[in-house]
């Protein structure tokens, strides 16, 4: 039976593996077993992707990035190149703490830019955008924009990307796709067109 997913010849997949359809897998990248991965998903060069990983559809995994297990990302995630995540909060080489992965969640439509650091046990919400270089050290609201070390809010996000100025009645507007949004009790709502 033939794949329905795209795999360099360098690629090394093991076995038990859920790859999507539509999927292509890059120059040197490791799917170990038992993740799953979703349809139409990019995995760049030298991607580690760790046992029991989840990837939801469309996810955009660019070069140099490590996938740990417990983390979790929904669709149309992107991870920039050389971003981290990690698995445990007090790593020693001569200490095994397999048991003591956190979970990190990566919510529909967040992006993680460049050498971000995300510190495992978070969440990130929908259409959150990290900054290149940020380390996330707590959990990220929805929309938000966050830049820094620690990470830090400095504005929000539109659903395409695009910097929220909300006016004073707490109202925002997306140029590119015409949405117009809502800043209200401290969370941001899109309002659509």
């Not at 039976?1 to 359809?21: N, P, Q, R, S």
């Amino acid at each position: 039976m033939e794949k329905e997913f795209f795999a360099h010849e360098t690629a090394y997949i093991d076995e038990g593996c859920k790859i999507g359809k539509g999927s292509k897998i890059w120059h040197f990248t490791h799917i170990m077993k038992d993740c799953e991965i979703g349809e139409g998903c990019n995995l760049g060069q030298n991607v580690v992707i760790s046992p029991k990983v989840i990837l939801g559809r469309n996810v955009k995994v660019q070069n140099n990035v490590s996938i740990y297990t417990g983390v979790i990302c929904e669709d149309d995630v992107f991870l920039g190149p050389s971003m981290v995540f990690t698995n445990v909060v007090n790593p020693r080489s001569r200490i095994l703490r397999r048991d003591k992965y956190q979970q990190t969640l990566v919510k529909r439509g967040a992006s993680i830019g460049a050498n971000a650091t995300i510190i495992c046990g978070h969440t990130i919400g929908e259409f959150a955008f990290i900054g290149a270089g940020a380390v996330v050290t707590k959990d990220v609201p929805p929309y938000a924009l966050v830049i820094g070390n620690p990470g830090r809010r400095v504005g929000w996000m539109s659903e395409y990307g695009h910097r929220l100025e909300f006016d004073e009645h707490g109202f925002a507007f997306c140029p590119e796709s015409k949405e117009k949004y809502q800043y209200v009790g401290g969370k941001v709502i899109n309002l659509g067109k």
